[in-house]
């Protein structure tokens, strides 16, 4: 086809050999984006502007195919999954007449074009190459051979494009009936496929971004934990009281912190807040225990309430040699036994009620329950089934020591039992049934280590008066110990002499032989070290001498009376002295 406008129908500048734009107006059937109005390019010499040259007549050349560029991609699938676009479907060729022209070669860079005169000479028709969707690359494709430039001008075969006014006109050559369609590829603007699990990369970035909130999640967490753990969150509220008001028991287990300490307080409403008290107590170190405290009172004051002791309830110190029964020594001082120790320590009104137990209670658990109600332990249970009805057959099962946490709300049966179980786990722990080499059974041990608490006061000695208990057994002879005869006296005193010598009962090793049928007193670490391991010797006396706890020890009686001589010089004894 050519173009037939003369040259002065021409915008200026417009070259001869340079296609002519006709814009087409907008039919109603057209798209109505403006930058996408088809535009026709035509040669110069086109008879009639006003032919839809969008579909063209086909050419009478056989040899000549024309193919368009569908009007629409087939439609995809966003959101999870893309449909690559499909090929356009390849028209049948029609049979090539003969004689068959030779087709032109193949040009890599660009097709040759043929020049024509200005005039209007015939139409040479070349195989022109059917029209081409854009580029667009896919995954995965081979590369196409390069197509001709369409930028060239080629006024044998006409070109059609579609101008878009925005971005500037692009033409779309039209292949050659010989040529392969081209594959075509992915556009740009679609991500590529996960290689590896063939996934969209929409999914594989929201699979990303949720197990980045989730991270984000947990590290909020973590820190709100962390900070509420530090105290960030408390509350900061504080009495202003010194006194306050009605008492409450507390307990603070062992290990406690501080912060336990405060939460256990805010808890019994003793103190305003966890934090006022942490912030109170600062770096001040607090022990365990049961406490009776008043309510309401400022973070400041529980702390030094905690701190002085005087609230403590539920400790008890058992001393070394200390008797279950309260005993008057001959100044008439009372010494308070174990059991009202233990009452002591445990009575208190606090929370609307009374805790703790009475020394008569403590008795009568002692005297009726069974070995098994009390806990005693195996090795002492039928010492302790001959003495049924007294409450004096658990003596010695109680070791000496503090006792930090013997707790108000427990009754008579539960407190002794929780006391004797610990005991033995002690005596246990300071080798009574591992580590002894006496030659005594576990129960005996502890009689004897409880005679060596009461003869002596220093701790040197204990050896050398565990072995002489253990050569006056040997030989038969009878121990004639002080403090046996004290132990049911009702005064005790270091000068034993009347009721208290002749007294026959069942622990005066003055008129019986033996062993006292219990220990007579709280046996500790020391003396029972010592009658697990006595020293070497064969002494068969010993007496104390003087306030200061000397003690002289003699392997023959007349040697011993010497030493006691000593003692009656010393005023220490008067019984038997010159």
Not at 97 to 102: E, Y
Not at 336 to 348: E, H, R, S, V, Y
């Amino acid at each position: 086809m050519t173009d037939e406008t003369g040259p002065e129908q021409r915008p200026p500048g417009h070259r001869a050999d340079q296609p002519t734009r006709h814009r087409r107006r907008r039919a109603p059937g057209d798209p109505t984006t403006t930058g996408s109005i088809p535009i026709v390019r035509t040669p110069s010499d086109t008879p009639d502007p006003t032919v839809d040259y969008r579909r063209p007549e086909r050419s009478p050349n056989p040899y000549l195919e024309i193919r368009y560029a569908q009007a629409e991609l087939p439609q995809m699938q966003v959101g999870g999954q893309f449909t690559e676009p499909a090929a356009p479907p390849r028209a049948p060729r029609p049979a090539a007449p003969t004689p068959a022209p030779v087709e032109p070669p193949w040009v890599p860079a660009e097709l040759p074009t043929v020049e024509q005169p200005a005039s209007e000479p015939p139409i040479v028709e070349q195989p022109a190459a059917a029209p081409t969707l854009p580029q667009v690359p896919l995954t995965s494709t081979p590369p196409s051979p390069p197509a001709p430039d369409p930028a060239a001008p080629n006024p044998a075969a006409p070109t059609f494009d579609i101008l878009d006014e925005s971005a500037g006109a692009q033409a779309v050559p039209l292949a050659s009936s010989s040529a392969e369609p081209p594959v075509p590829t992915e556009p740009d603007w679609l991500d590529a496929e996960d290689s590896a699990g063939g996934m969209p990369a929409p999914r594989k970035r929201t699979k990303a971004l949720l197990a980045l909130a989730a991270v984000v999640v947990l590290v909020l967490a973590v820190g709100v934990v962390g900070l509420r753990q530090l105290g960030v969150f408390d509350s900061r509220k504080d009495f202003n009281s010194t006194t306050g008001g009605a008492m409450a028991l507390v307990e603070i287990p062992e290990d406690a912190s501080l912060r336990e300490f405060g939460r256990l307080l805010t808890d019994a409403g003793v103190v305003g807040s966890q934090r006022a008290f942490v912030d109170a107590a600062g770096n001040r170190q607090l022990s365990a225990g049961y406490y009776e405290l008043p309510t309401g009172i400022s973070a400041t004051t529980a702390v030094n309430l905690l701190a002085d002791g005087e609230s403590r309830v539920g400790r008890v110190v058992i001393p070394e040699g200390l008797q279950l029964d309260s005993k008057t020594g001959v100044d008439r001082k009372v010494t308070p036994g174990i059991f009202q120790m233990l009452a002591d320590a445990t009575t208190l009104e606090a929370d609307g009620r009374t805790y703790g137990v009475t020394v008569e209670q403590l008795q009568t658990a002692a005297a009726e329950s069974s070995v098994a109600e009390l806990g005693v332990p195996d090795w002492a249970a039928p010492a302790v089934t001959k003495l049924d009805g007294d409450h004096r057959r658990i003596e010695g099962l109680i070791a000496s020591g503090a006792w930090e946490d013997v707790d108000p709300r427990m009754d008579a049966r539960e407190l002794l039992k929780s006391l004797i179980t610990r005991s033995a786990t002690r005596f246990e722990t300071w080798g009574l049934l591992s580590d002894n080499s006496s030659g005594l059974m576990a129960y005996d041990t502890l009689i004897v280590a409880s005679i060596v608490e009461r003869e002596v006061s220093q701790p040197d000695d204990y050896a050398k008066v565990a072995r002489v208990i253990l050569n006056r057994l040997d030989k038969g002879q009878k121990l004639e110990m002080d403090s046996t005869a004290n132990y049911t006296a009702a005064i005790t005193n270091i000068d034993v002499h009347g009721e208290a010598y002749t007294s026959k009962t069942e622990w005066n090793t003055y008129q019986r032989e033996g062993l006292p049928v219990t220990p007579i007193g709280a046996v500790g670490e020391r003396a029972l070290a010592a009658v697990e391991n006595p020293a070497d010797g064969d002494w068969l006396y010993f007496v104390t001498v003087d306030k200061q706890g000397t003690t002289l020890f003699a392997r023959s009686y007349e040697r011993h009376k010497k030493n006691r001589d000593v003692a009656c010089d010393n005023k220490f004894i008067t019984t038997g002295c010159r």
